[in-house]
């Protein structure tokens, strides 16, 4: 979810073909929650094997990321590792959330209401260790490195973009930005026309990037100043302040400098400011990882997809194909600096 600041940050457009040779740091576990809310049957009913397990994430897994990297785009998953103390109360919170979608789902299934039932369906979306463990399978045998983060994903993301070793974060929400991340890239595998919400409207999704230093010079605020803005909102790690949207926050902030003043005049108060601040400004994160592209296996991708998951072996032996010419096409570009 994140914190909802969006509208407040600088964005452009841009094609895929723009982040040709960008190495991409994805946030898995948000882009997992997007394949398992968006590929499903008219229904709701996620996309299954015949032994019952769910296997939305494995086609959307290898078939966006196999059109990113025939676009050029270097992709690299980060998956998240133990969930801060803090967040807890909001892990519990999303709990809540999909278990009541689930019985509204099942409830509008019956009532035969198609389009409500999708709707709470996506609410109902759940990454499980089987979908993870799945998931870090397939993309070793596409060649797609992954890395384990200690805690959140996308503050590793973000230190990886810092670090140089990727040029952008990709992700739906815009916590990496608080974390810390010069660029981050939405709508990376949503691209195409895509139906409005309960409507019949379709509009074009692009990529759009969000660059830090844009934005804070827009706004006016330094970056720990953006964390504070967030906070008054609120963020996974805390509930913000009642009545206070960004557009007030940001007012807020400005007027008194930081947060710690503005709290002080207006007579409110955040119980675990310092640790959130804390926690924005210095993530747990790693340096024990390696960045490799590799060729894809394609026996082994029929394997596991085809013998274990039921997926059709002509599709996947041409989604393979496609993958070994695009990393064929890379490998070549590569050999091409040397001379």
Known sequence: ?????GDLLEKR??????LSHKVVAIDAYNILYQFLSIIRQRDGTPLTDSHGNITSHLSGILYRMTNLVESG???????DGKPPEMKLRTLGKRKEVRENAHVKWDEAKEKGLAEEAFKYAQASAKVNDDIVNDAKHLLQLMGIPYVQAPSEGEAQAAYMVQKGDADLVGSQDYDAMLFGAPDVVRNLTITGKRKMPRKNIYVDVKP????????????GVERSQLIDIAICVGTDYNSGLDGIGPKRAIKLIKEHENIEVALEDIDKSIDNLDEVKELFLHPSVTDEYTLEWKDPNKEKLIEFLCGEHDFLEERISKAADRLDAASGSRRQKTLDQWF
Do not use: H, R, Y
């Open 73 to 79: 785009i270097k992709p690299v998953f980060v998956f």
């Open 1 to 5: 979810m994140g914190a909802d600041i």
């Open 13 to 18: 457009t841009v094609e895929l073909s723009d």
């Open 208 to 219: 759009e990037v969000v660059n830090l230093d844009e934005s804070l010079q827009a706004l």
